[in-house]
């Protein structure tokens, strides 16, 4: 039988803000760099991504991949997050991407 979890041994949780922005491959380094710049402490990319949307279909092409897309996720406080999604908003005017931005909890906050 599994029993109730009490309120003193309840797990603590941090919110926190998840941007994740998709780019082209060629614009993926600038990103990093200006997430590293505002003040993240990390991200994960993604990369190959595939899928279909407003300008067709979209994978991993041509023999260097140049036209490949990669995700680039991002987890931080709301302040950092906002700038990530301005200057995520500025590089993608030039090509393709998008960027969104979610809520989240994480265990530890001092990761993030």
């Known amino acids: 039988m ?4 009490r309120e003193e041994e309840k797990m603590q949780t941090y ?8 780019v082209e491959v060629a614009l993926a380094k600038r990103m990093q ?6 003040g993240a402490k990390g991200y994960t990319v993604f990369p190959n991504l595939r899928g279909k949307g407003r300008w067709g279909e979209r994978s991993k092409s041509g023999v260097f991949g ?7 996720v991002v987890i931080t406080n709301a302040a950092t997050a906002e700038k990530i999604l301005e200057a995520a908003r500025e590089l993608t005017r030039e090509g393709i991407g998008i960027a969104y931005v979610s809520d989240v909890e994480v265990l530890r906050d001092d990761h993030f």
């Open 15 to 22: 919110a926190k803000k998840k941007v994740e922005i998709i």
């Open 66 to 72: 140049v036209f490949e897309n990669v995700m680039i």
């Open 2 to 5: 599994i029993r109730p979890v």
């Open 33 to 38: 760099e200006t997430i590293e710049g505002l």
